[in-house]
């Protein structure tokens, strides 16, 4: 781990160093947060380690137990279900406002998104295909311009992060993808609420099926 910390809030550059190495796996789901480790490690003391696991633990990244400590987060398939569930809620209205407010500049910024989604799924290149299907998410929720909603969703995305990118690499994913994504991206075009709405949930379905 480099030791050599940025100037800014220390429990927050903590928090962003474990929440790499969570991401990585290198600190694996079900292991335990030994924080004395850590803090010797980076070269603090342990109070800004503890606030750095308790802004992971906000995020859903870490679990705290009475009198066992913390632990990285594991999702299970009802942890999943449930958050799918909301997941589609709030994706779905925003998908909905999306159609409703977006400006043609915006329309075309989340179109040029898709073609590129769409390249990357052709090259089979995993990791761009991730990080654009992000965009194309943050995009849809910054439009919707619901700053509330939008805390939600990236909060539930972090915990998600921990295993979502190998549903990916299941046979056929990756291009049934980019199917639903482009009827996300049509309905919004034609500025059919509804549509982009039903389509954005029925995107989240299929991800969560393919994610258990």
Do not use: C
């Amino acid at each position: 781990m480099n030791t050599k910390l940025n100037k800014r809030p220390l429990y927050e550059e903590v928090a962003e160093r474990l929440r790499g190495q969570i991401f990585a796996h290198q600190m694996a789901p079900g292991s335990w947060v030994d924080e004395q480790s850590l803090a010797l490690q980076l070269g603090i003391s342990r109070t800004p380690m503890r606030e750095a696991i308790k802004v992971l633990a906000a995020e859903g990244l870490i679990t705290m137990y009475m009198n066992r400590g913390a632990y990285v987060t594991e999702v299970d398939r009802r942890d999943l279900e449930q958050i799918f569930t909301v997941l589609s809620l709030l994706e779905g209205q925003a998908a909905k406002e999306t159609a409703l407010r977006a400006t043609e500049d915006q329309l075309t910024e989340l179109d040029n998104l898709h073609h590129r989604l769409e390249k990357a799924a052709a090259d089979r290149d995993l990791d761009q295909f991730f990080e654009i299907n992000v965009k194309f998410h943050e995009l849809i929720q910054g439009i919707a311009g619901n700053r509330w909603m939008n805390n939600t969703i990236a909060d539930l995305r972090k915990v998600l992060k921990l295993q979502r990118r190998d549903s990916l690499n299941r046979t056929g994913r990756m291009q049934n993808s980019v199917i639903e994504h482009r009827q996300i991206l049509e309905a919004i075009l034609k500025r059919d609420p509804i549509a982009a709405e039903a389509a954005m949930r029925k995107h989240l379905a299929h991800g969560l099926e393919a994610a258990k």
